[in-house]
């Protein structure tokens, strides 16, 4: 990540010292650069996608950047028993989890007419299911007896009914309600439950594929913040939400994107 937070952090830069989190999605864009920021305040991290030579390269390079230990394990969310592994060699390696954070997703831009059936599910069961799959892990292992900090990471798409978005947006919106749920289900175990819904964030996968090109600008003009946002914006936003500066924040989603939602229109390629 060349934006790394920690030059200008506004967070104590061992604020975490002692904790560990687990990350889905966590050896590429947003989530790695998450992962990254936690590290940079003292945490050890867990990051987990289905690609075991990308996770060891970002474990890698994370660890050198950060001075904290970086663990990849592979693991696909929309598989529980990979999920329960995880969680298990989290456990056996660090003896703790204190934060996860539910990142892990799949998108690209199709019409819903032409999406295939298998096409929906595919993206539901990542990022729905997916979410639901690591955050029953995390409290039945760890958090039911230890209490936990959970970020998932949404998205704005189905506030205003993005076009070509229809699966992603349908996905985020069951995490945004389920982020609600497991706040009120889980808060007597000390437990907090929280979302964040990045806008139009640079150098990620997300944005190659919704906004290719000169469409960037087009896009940019319309933020009222005026840019699209850092990777590391996003990872402050969840510094913020796992620290003590939000000790009584549950079931609350973060919108981070500069106001885009409100004035951006959708990603439509051939306007
Ligand atoms: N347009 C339309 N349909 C597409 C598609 C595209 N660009 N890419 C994949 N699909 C369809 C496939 O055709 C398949 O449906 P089918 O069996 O009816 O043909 C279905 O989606 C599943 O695709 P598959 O590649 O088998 O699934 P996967 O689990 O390996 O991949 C994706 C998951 C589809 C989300 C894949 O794009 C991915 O892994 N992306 C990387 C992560 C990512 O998207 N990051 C950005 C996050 S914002």
Known sequence: MSDAPTPHSVFRPDFLAGKVALVTGGGTGICRGITEGLMRHGCRAVITSRKADVLAKSAAE???????????????????????????????????VDIVINGAAGNFLAPAASLSYNAFRTVMEIDAIGTFNVSKAAFSK?????????VNISATLHYRGTPLQTHPGSAKAAVDAMTRHLAVEWGGAGIRVNCIAPGPIDDTEGMKRLAPGDTKRKFEQQ???????????????????VSDAATYITGTVLVVDGGAWMTMGGFVPWE
């Not at 913040?225 to 996003?234: D, V, Y």
């Open 62 to 96: 994370l660890e050198a950047a950060t001075g904290q230990r970086c663990l990849g394990i592979p693991a696909d969310v929309r598989k529980p028993d990979e999920v329960e592994a995880a969680f298990d060699r989290t456990l056996a390696e660090f003896g703790r």
């Open 142 to 150: 760890y958090f039911r007896e230890h209490g936990g900090n959970i």
């Open 223 to 241: 933020i009222p913040l005026g840019r699209f946002g850092r990777i590391s914006e996003i990872a402050d936003a969840t510094l913020f939400l």
